[in-house]
């Protein structure tokens, strides 16, 4: 069974850091692509952030220069921090895990995280 559980969000001010953790299990994690995606309210859910097996990553545009995605293969876990935080990052952040290219309906999810941002 998959199972991913992330952990790392909560409240920060403007301008600060947070990094978020996603734990796995029952996947053979070295070979998944890795990725984190976040859902706003009222908002449909987009993607962040990926990290493919060999170790390359990508960014959506709104976050690069500010977030990294990093993974730990003996330890079964990705990362992302999160620098320069907006409000407009408050979300839900989602780990995700797939053989293969992420997409928004397919892989195993994780149960969110919450991330606020604000003053």
């Known amino acids: 069974q998959v199972q991913l559980v992330e952990s790392g969000g909560g409240l920060v001010q403007p301008g600060g850091s947070l990094r978020l953790s996603c734990g796995t299990s029952g996947i053979i994690f070295r070979l998944a692509t890795m990725g984190w995606y976040r859902q706003a309210p009222g908002k449909q859910r987009e993607f962040v952030a990926q990290t493919a097996s060999g170790g390359s990553t990508n960014y959506a545009d709104s976050v690069k220069g500010r977030f990294t995605i990093s993974r730990d293969n003996a330890k079964n876990t990705v990362y992302l921090q999160m620098n320069s935080l907006k409000p407009e990052d408050t979300a839900i952040y989602y780990c995700?895990?797939?053989?293969?290219?992420?997409?928004?309906?397919?892989?195993?999810w994780g149960q969110g995280t919450q991330v606020t941002v604000s003053p």
């Open positions: 995700t895990a797939k053989y293969g290219p992420l997409s928004p309906q397919g892989g195993s």
